[in-house]
């Protein structure tokens, strides 16, 4: 008996080859050819512009080739399931793939049935999916929901023949673990506004209700009454009745209701009309060095909302960082209006919104099988608490005290392979390895390619090495070649708009050849990374597709840098670091050695100038001498170790033996 959703896969994909009229004996040859590639590199050597052209009939060969190389089982298993612990985070690199963004074309939206067939092009362990629930706004990061799945990520042809939407989802977990690939999501302790989260249990939000003429608190209330609970529940009244009320219209038991999404869909905007008629409105998340809660102000009448304001831990003004369109859950209660609390009137954990929040990651494991969770919005989570058990916050912000119930409660029922990595643009892995993160983000991408970035590159790994010396469970910091808020114009760090092609290159080359032994670094990449295209700050933030460049020379180099580092990997998981060797601030080169000879690792980090030459000077003599340029994959044996040119951002391996 087969698994449901790979035969239903199969019988939809050539029905509608046939639909179309497309010659069958075509897409078996491609098929087949698909197949044999992958056999012969354990990859598929395409950009994804042209995997996503081919027919999904075509993959079947692949499809049935990995089922039966896994045994024809009844259900797909993780590569890592069942493991000790979650070490394997620290030996994984992973990807990122907003799936909406993965259109055919920047005005046609993916689906994960199409987003699958890129799998076996990517050179990576794991993949971050990004939030890929009915959002608001069409920013994917302000979640409505952790149950309905947005119709934007969703294949129509294959919904309409019968593949639900968790069925979906299933799928392109289940090949990515054919794969050997782990699979993980964001988790984000937020939801929009007027998510139907919020809508559908009140009680884990922070509730206002202006007054008809908008221009005071219902009541003439000030904030800090309305926020006792008594007046809380009032409210959460109000919001229940006005959705029941919607529902009974819809006939719906409530709006998350599996197999009614157009009638959802409805009944959750026709709420939302309601409560903000009736002037009810959630309280939205605090800025980043927010204090205590956002101070309601005053509303806007032409804009009909209500303004807040954002004072820092300062006592600044930070409303051009606040996130209007996303409210917190209410982790905590007893919190002051701008203002940091103090230990003496602590924050209170409501520990009713913490078993819901701790609860989202198991659900989606039984539906889904992640292997790991991500969190978004942890990066200050420790310089945000006011006691150093990090249990009570200076803000809305989730603390560490929740981070580790959430993670514990992910890695219970004897699940302790679950993997947590945290969106910590630091490189404080000790304190957060405490709760239970395997991985931080890093801050590399912040950094230009320099001197410096190389120097504390390498600073870091024998950080990393000390901290996985210790007996328990590794943890990394992953190096990330692109991040997907690189676009953001506040950072405004897009590598490939940067640097151009070698530039990613050498992000890359980085990534993969910095470390050694137990402080080989974790790569981070995005979706698009291998074949030039950017564009997915914008997919995150708006229904388009990145418009794929399909840029061959990025392509090869990605795939024989990749090759380079797979050849070369045993020799690393067992070198030693031995020295580091500046040349002028043009270029630099780190040696390491094992029990083969030395590896010597050369690159320029100017991005348009030449260095003449580079002399390995440190080695005297030597038996033999090959060099490798991880771009091409060309290499050649050397009778002096001295490269007479390195073109911009270009760089070379040397293998020696002594």
């Given at each position: 008996m087969g698994i449901k959703h790979f035969d239903k896969f199969f019988a939809v994909a050539e029905k509608l080859a046939l639909k179309k009229k497309k010659n069958i004996e075509e897409l078996d040859v491609i098929g087949r050819r698909l197949l044999e590639d992958y056999k012969a590199c354990g990859h598929i050597v395409m950009m994804p512009h042209d995997i996503l052209k081919i027919d999904n009939y075509s993959f079947i060969p692949l499809l049935k080739h990995l089922l039966e190389k896994a045994g024809n089982p009844d259900k797909i298993l993780s590569p890592v399931e069942g493991q000790a612990d979650s070490s394997w985070m620290a030996d994984s690199s992973f990807c990122f793939i907003n799936i909406r963004g993965?259109?055919?074309?920047?005005?046609?939206?993916?689906?994960?049935?199409?987003?699958?067939k890129l799998l076996p092009a990517l050179r990576v362990d794991a993949i971050h999916l990004a939030p890929f629930f009915e959002c608001a706004l069409e920013i994917i990061y302000g979640v409505d929901s952790v149950t309905v799945i947005d119709e934007n990520t969703l294949n129509p042809d294959f919904l309409k023949a019968g593949m639900k939407a968790d069925d979906q989802v299933r799928f392109f977990t289940d090949v990515a673990h054919l794969l050997k690939m782990t699979v993980g999501f964001d988790i984000e302790p937020h939801t929009s506004q007027f998510s139907r989260i919020a809508i559908e249990h009140p009680e884990y939000f922070r509730w206002l209700k202006l007054s008809k003429s908008r221009e005071e608190l219902d009541g003439k209330l000030t904030q800090k009454e309305m926020l006792t609970e008594k007046e809380q529940v009032k409210i959460r009244e109000q919001v229940k009745t006005h959705r029941d009320k919607v529902l009974k219209k819809y006939g719906l038991k409530n709006l998350e209701q599996p197999g009614k999404d157009p009638e959802t869909k409805k009944a959750h905007y026709e709420t939302i009309d309601e409560l903000i008629a009736a002037g009810i409105w959630t309280i939205p998340s605090h800025t980043w060095k927010g204090a205590g809660l956002p101070e309601y102000s005053h509303y806007v009448e032409d804009q009909e909302f209500p303004e807040f304001k954002y004072l820092s831990t300062d006592g600044e003004d930070h409303r051009e960082h606040a996130f209007g369109t996303l409210t917190p859950f209410r982790f905590y209660d007893n919190i002051p209006l701008n203002r940091v609390p103090k230990e003496t009137e602590a924050p209170v954990p409501n520990e009713e919104t913490i078993k819901y929040f701790t609860g989202i990651f198991p659900a989606l494991?039984?539906?889904?099988r992640f292997d790991y969770l991500r969190f978004d919005y942890v990066d200050h989570v420790w310089d945000s608490i006011i006691d150093k058990a990090g249990k009570f916050p200076i803000s809305d912000r989730i603390t560490p005290y929740v981070l580790k119930k959430t993670i514990s409660k992910a890695r219970s029922g004897g699940k302790k392979y679950i993997g947590a990595m945290a969106e910590r643009m630091g490189t404080d892995i000790n304190i957060y390895k405490k709760v239970g993160f395997d991985l931080l983000l890093g801050d590399d991408i912040l950094r230009p390619i320099n001197l410096s970035l190389i120097k504390d590159t390498l600073r870091l790994n024998k950080k990393i090495e000390k901290l996985n010396s210790k007996k328990g469970r590794k943890v990394n910091i992953q190096f990330a070649v692109d991040t997907h808020d690189s676009g953001h114009p506040l950072f405004n760090a897009t590598p490939m708009l940067l640097y151009?092609?070698?530039?990613?290159?050498?992000?890359?080359?980085?990534?993969?050849?910095?470390?050694?032994?137990?402080?080989?670094?974790?790569?981070y990449e995005l979706i698009g990374n291998h074949d030039g295209t950017t564009g997915l700050y914008l997919a995150n933030n708006k229904n388009v597709s990145v418009e794929w460049k399909s840029d061959k020379e990025m392509n090869d180099m990605y795939h024989h840098l990749e090759d380079t580092y797979a050849r070369l990997l045993p020799r690393l998981k067992k070198a030693e670091f031995v020295s580091f060797t500046p040349i002028q601030r043009k270029a630099a080169y780190w040696t390491m050695k094992d029990d083969e000879g030395l590896m010597?690792?050369?690159?320029?980090?100017?991005?348009?100038?030449?260095?003449?030459?580079?002399?390995?000077k440190e080695v005297k003599i030597f038996k033999s001498a090959k060099i490798i340029n991880p771009f091409t994959a060309q290499h050649r044996m050397m009778s002096h170790l001295l490269i007479n040119e390195l073109q911009p951002h270009e760089c070379r391996i040397i293998l020696i033996q002594v």
């Open positions: 993965t259109g055919i074309s920047p005005s046609v939206h993916g689906d994960f049935i199409n987003a699958a494991y039984k539906k889904f151009g092609a070698k530039g990613v290159g050498l992000r890359m080359f980085i990534a993969r050849f910095s470390g050694w032994g137990s402080a080989i670094r974790s790569k010597v690792f050369v690159v320029n980090l100017t991005q348009h100038a030449n260095v003449p030459a580079v002399l390995i």
